[in-house]
């Protein structure tokens, strides 16, 4: 099955930025980690696009990508408010959305899966979303998450993408998808200029 749009986007552009990156790679916490439970922690998340780029030395020279494809957009501080209350969304708990952001076991085990790929243990963990619709901090400054984590947060929105990728694009056919689609878009006048 093809992944969520908003992954195949997080993909692209992260590869139009000069990452290498791979999409739905399953993690766990390890039965061995001394707060494993088996009724809990059996089934596998996925870390939705994981970019490394060799030629940076900062801490973005990886990133684990969290899409969320809300179709009203992301609310930083009611996500956040819903995380902290343990309000039931969608079905369960709102935590489960984001484990990795407030569990420890979870944390360790997302951790682990990108130092094994990539053999760093920085990285910068992004969640990808259509758009945000408030004020970041809620989200991108959250010390708990921050904390259990171990990383620096960042909000992308779609339009960010977007934003990033457009500038480069040239009458060249663009190797990834967002790219091809927005040099679609721009000859077709949806983008403004048919310059591309």
């Given at each position: 099955?093809?992944?969520?749009i908003?992954?195949q ?6 590869e ?13 916490p390890?039965?061995s ?7 809990q ?8 696009v ?16 969290s ?46 899966c ?16 259509t ?5 970041r ?13 171990g990383?620096e947060?960042?909000l992308?929105?779609?339009n960010?993408?977007v ?12 190797n ?8 679609l ?12």
């Amino acid at each position: 099955m093809k992944e969520d749009i908003l992954e195949q986007l997080a993909s692209d552009y992260l590869e139009a930025l000069g990452y290498f990156t791979l999409t739905n790679i399953k993690f766990r916490p390890d039965p061995s980690d001394p707060d494993f439970d088996s009724k809990q922690d059996s089934v596998h998340s996925d870390i939705d696009v994981l970019g490394y780029c060799p030629k940076r030395a900062g801490v973005d020279k990886v990133i684990a990508v969290s899409c969320k494809s809300l179709q009203e957009g992301f609310w930083p501080e009611w996500e956040v408010n819903a995380i902290e209350k343990n309000k039931i969304v969608s079905g369960r708990e709102a935590w489960r959305r984001y484990r990795e952001l407030v569990v420890p076991k979870w944390a360790r085990a997302f951790r682990k899966c990108i130092s094994d790929l990539t053999n760093e243990s920085t990285f910068v963990y992004v969640t990808a979303v259509t758009k945000v619709n408030d004020d970041r901090s809620p989200w991108e400054n959250n010390s708990k998450f921050r904390e259990t984590l171990g990383a620096e947060i960042k909000l992308l929105s779609l339009n960010e993408m977007v934003e990033a990728v457009l500038p480069a694009l040239s009458n060249t056919v663009a190797n990834s998808e967002l790219g091809r689609t927005l040099q679609l878009f721009k000859a077709a006048g949806i983008l403004g200029d048919n310059d591309a």
